[in-house]
């Protein structure tokens, strides 16, 4: 990797990173069950949106330094666009009867398995560069997706302990899913920063 293509992507990197805080804040604020939701919790779900959808744009935008930034923006484009449609329409009177809120939830779920796969491309994609370029942050990279999967698989099976009516178990399940995706969630964080910092100065190393 030359030194133009590295400090490129130290600077998407960065703004990565700000669209990742900020797109946490919007989903914290939108964690609301109820039907009704206030100007706040309504504002806060567009820019969840905007902020998901220039995530992946700027994925495809890194494309130069990997091939996988390419795949991981457009599933994270597609995914988003569809979350935000289902989003828009889930408060209709056309989802009140059950076959239609079941055709959501199969197209809401539909969407997570997408932007699963374009999470795994995008901390692959981090894992091959910083490969490249001896980082130790590679492996550390593809441990996280194993914890952030793990965590939702364990999710989904709570969720289907809870339909057969296994309470306890469903309860350990989701705890212990939940404290998993908000610890890989915030390590994230970390990890993007590290790279970035990773990128930039071996950027200013082969300049020098």
């Given at each position: 990797?030359?030194?133009?293509?590295?400090?490129?992507?130290?600077?998407?990197?960065?703004?990565?990173?700000?669209?990742?805080?900020?797109?946490?804040?919007?989903?914290?604020?939108?964690?609301?069950?109820?039907?009704?939701?206030?100007?706040?919790?309504?504002?806060?779900g567009i820019v969840?949106?905007?902020?998901?959808?220039?995530?992946?744009?700027?994925?495809?935008?890194?494309?130069?330094?990997?091939?996988?930034?390419?795949?991981?923006?457009?599933?994270?484009?597609?995914?988003?666009?569809?979350?935000?449609?289902?989003?828009?329409?889930?408060?209709?009177?056309?989802?009140?009867?059950?076959?239609?809120?079941?055709?959501?939830?199969?197209?809401?779920?539909?969407?997570?398995?997408?932007?699963?796969?374009?999470?795994?491309?995008?901390?692959?994609?981090?894992?091959?560069?910083?490969?490249?370029?001896?980082?130790?942050?590679?492996?550390?990279?593809?441990?996280?997706?194993?914890?952030?999967?793990?965590?939702?698989?364990?999710?989904?099976?709570?969720?289907?302990?809870?339909?057969?009516?296994?309470?306890?178990?469903?309860?350990?399940?989701?705890?212990?899913?939940?404290?998993?995706?908000?610890?890989?969630?915030?390590?994230?964080?970390?990890?993007?920063?590290?790279?970035?910092?990773?990128?930039?100065?071996?950027?200013?190393?082969?300049?020098?």
């Amino acid at each position: 990797m030359n030194r133009e293509t590295a400090m490129m992507m130290s600077r998407k990197m960065k703004i990565l990173f700000v669209l990742a805080v900020i797109y946490a804040v919007a989903s914290a604020l939108t964690r609301n069950f109820n039907s009704d939701k206030t100007l706040l919790e309504f504002a806060a779900g567009i820019v969840g949106n905007v902020c998901n959808i220039a995530y992946g744009i700027i994925l495809i935008l890194m494309e130069k330094g990997c091939r996988r930034y390419w795949r991981a923006g457009m599933t994270l484009l597609v995914s988003a666009e569809i979350m935000l449609l289902t989003d828009i329409f889930a408060d209709t009177p056309m989802f009140d009867n059950l076959p239609a809120a079941a055709f959501a939830a199969a197209v809401a779920f539909g969407a997570l398995i997408v932007m699963l796969y374009a999470t795994y491309s995008e901390y692959k994609a981090h894992s091959e560069v910083m490969t490249e370029l001896g980082s130790p942050l590679a492996k550390k990279w593809i441990t996280l997706w194993s914890y952030t999967i793990t965590g939702y698989v364990l999710m989904f099976f709570a969720g289907v302990m809870l339909m057969g009516y296994i309470l306890f178990f469903a309860l350990i399940l989701t705890a212990v899913s939940g404290i998993m995706l908000l610890v890989t969630s915030i390590v994230r964080f970390v990890y993007l920063y590290k790279t970035m910092k990773a990128l930039e100065n071996y950027g200013k190393d082969v300049r020098e």
